[in-house]
């Protein structure tokens, strides 16, 4: 029998070390060797495990029937020992190898440690999020929305009658009506993450919603079966810096955003599972312990925010009524708002015993920290990067404020109170999900041409949506509400259809699972340029034979790769 319930990850790199963990269904020591240049002897650790009774299954979950699937066949062992060692004194930009030794299982793997910021080549990173996990994707195919049309292209496949439809089925009806994509989600998120690990990155982003709902412990097993379990392990190679989305604000099964029959609160119940897997460097906050921190790796600085909770709570039914504030409609912009869900306020959250909720808006905790580490993180000339969930600056679903007739109550809009400090600070980029599309836009406040290039990354293996429209249908005009979008996949990377071998068949363009590939490269002040940052947006393309079985998936880059210029005070020059 296998001792790991999941294998070993790695979180908090720096240049002298990593933080390991692993997951166990017994009460069992563990044991890590690590061996590598700089040591003469092996270094070993012994961990003392620590049961954590939050991510026991409940009986929502225990009984839950999937259709498709034999029930039950999803659910692991009901204990959940967590193993953690924090290794410091090792070697800047150095892999070492290790084994961890869990009973009769033996797990091999390597590490690097971040560089030191002056002794650094080449520097690659992955960012995406909202695989949004759980054991009905295995057999779950998600609506794919229809976008452009490339030149020349057939059109679409019908949605009844077409070999398309009847492999894959579709979703919606009447006009909202669509096609479903060729792959599943299991199968999608997979193959993504293949193509993430066949390029070594040296960490991986993950701006919210790993998981199905952050309540949800089959959601998290499927995570980990994908990242470091029986799928995958690239978490066992490369560390991640993840984020809270709004699915780990949800309990799913055990409350969604409210509260089970058990009692469970299920935002508090999908953030303590959370705070049980992640564990961020601290943030000087014990209360905000994970939401929010800082890692530098090499001459880089990531900052992760949590956009989860705005303060003062606001919903959609504040606005439009008698003595309200009157909503807006079509393009109409008038504010950002204070909140990025109207689904459970502060109150109710502190009432079923949570300690966590981190406002995020000018003046609160998490703004002033941020507005520090910015400010540090520039005076030493370090390359900024930004990750939180809720898009600020989107055509997609979630991009309408709070006040709009259309609002999805959960836009990102509010976010963008943290555009004039990324300007002013020079932040490279802002990485964020939410919308479920392959967006970015582009800012520039002070309109000196070098703003703030924002990527919305949210395809990595969940919905594959596409641009908000005027109305019901997807032949209604396109609504355009995001003024600073450049690009998108929905309608900048159009779909051809072509008949091969006697059937419609995509062969580029289109909608698909992927991420963003960023590699920054060291220049050596080359007329006065320090660094290069080339920014790729990457996906996974199916490939199908003539009865739509999946025959493999290639890397495709989209076009609409960019390139920034860094001056050696880190800042964007071109």
Do not use: C
């Amino acid at each position: 029998m296998a001792e790991f319930r999941i294998n070993p990850y790695l979180q908090q790199p720096s240049t002298d070390g990593m933080y390991f963990t692993w997951f166990t269904e017994q009460n069992v020591a563990g044991k890590l060797t690590i061996t590598g240049p700089g040591l003469s002897n092996p270094l070993t650790f012994t961990t003392q495990p620590l049961f954590e009774p939050v991510l026991t299954y409940t009986s929502a979950e225990k009984n839950q029937n999937i259709s498709g699937l034999t029930q039950g066949s999803w659910l692991k062992g009901d204990n959940n020992y967590k193993h953690t060692i924090d290794v410091r004194g090792l070697q800047p930009g150095t892999t070492y190898y290790y084994t961890v030794t869990q009973g009769s299982s033996v797990f091999h793997s390597t590490f690097k440690t971040a560089p030191s910021k002056d002794n650094w080549s080449h520097i690659r990173f992955i960012a995406m999020s909202d695989s949004e996990t759980e054991p009905l994707g295995r057999v779950t195919y998600r609506e794919w929305q229809p976008g452009a049309l490339a030149e020349g292209s057939l059109v679409r496949p019908t949605l009844s009658g077409s070999q398309w439809a009847n492999v894959f089925g579709t979703s919606g009806a009447g006009i909202s009506q669509t096609l479903r994509y060729a792959m599943t989600e299991t199968e999608g998120y997979k193959r993504n993450l293949t193509i993430v690990n066949s390029r070594t990155p040296d960490f991986l982003l993950m701006p919210g919603d790993l998981v199905q709902g952050g309540g949800y412990q089959p959601g998290w097993d499927e995570f980990f079966r994908h990242n470091a379990g029986e799928f995958d392990s690239g978490l066992s190679r490369y560390p991640i810096l993840s984020a809270l989305g709004n699915w780990e604000n949800f309990g799913a099964l055990n409350g969604g955003y409210g509260t089970d029959t058990d009692g469970r609160f299920g935002p508090k119940f999908g953030r303590d599972k959370y705070h049980v897997y992640v564990d961020a460097p601290d943030n000087g906050t014990p209360e905000h312990q994970d939401n929010y921190y800082r890692v530098d790796y090499g001459p880089i600085t990531i900052i992760t925010l949590d956009s989860s909770n705005g303060e003062p709570d606001d919903r959609r039914s504040n606005y439009g009524g008698e003595g309200q504030p009157p909503q807006v409609s079509g393009r109409d912009y008038t504010l950002e708002g204070t909140d990025t869900q109207e689904n459970y306020t502060r109150e109710q959250y502190e009432a079923a015993g949570g300690t966590d909720l981190a406002d995020f808006n000018p003046g609160s905790i998490q703004w002033n920290w941020a507005q520090a580490q910015l400010q540090d993180a520039r005076t030493k000339g370090q390359i900024i990067f930004v990750q939180f969930h809720h898009t600020p600056y989107s055509d997609g679903e979630h991009g309408l404020p709070m006040n709009h007739q259309d609002s999805s109550g959960q836009g990102g809009t509010p976010m963008r109170q943290y555009h004039t400090l990324f300007e002013k600070y020079k932040v490279a980029a802002v990485l964020v999900g939410h919308s479920e599309m392959f967006e970015r836009s582009f800012v520039d406040e002070n309109g000196d041409g070098i703003g703030v290039h924002y990527y919305e990354v949210g395809v990595s293996g969940d919905g594959l949506r596409g641009e908000r429209r005027e109305g019901a249908g997807f032949d209604a005009p396109l609504l355009n509400y995001n003024p600073f979008s450049q690009w998108t996949a929905d309608q900048n990377e159009g779909e051809l259809w072509q008949e091969v071998d006697g059937v419609p068949q995509l062969v580029s363009g289109g909608k698909h699972y992927g991420h963003l590939e960023v590699n920054i490269e060291r220049l050596d002040n080359e007329n006065g340029v320090y660094a290069k940052i080339t920014l790729t947006p990457v996906h996974s393309f199916p490939i199908l034979d003539g009865n739509y079985n999946l025959l493999n998936t290639e890397r495709r880059v989209y076009e609409d790769e960019l390139t920034l210029l860094v001056g050696a005070d880190g800042q964007i020059v071109d």
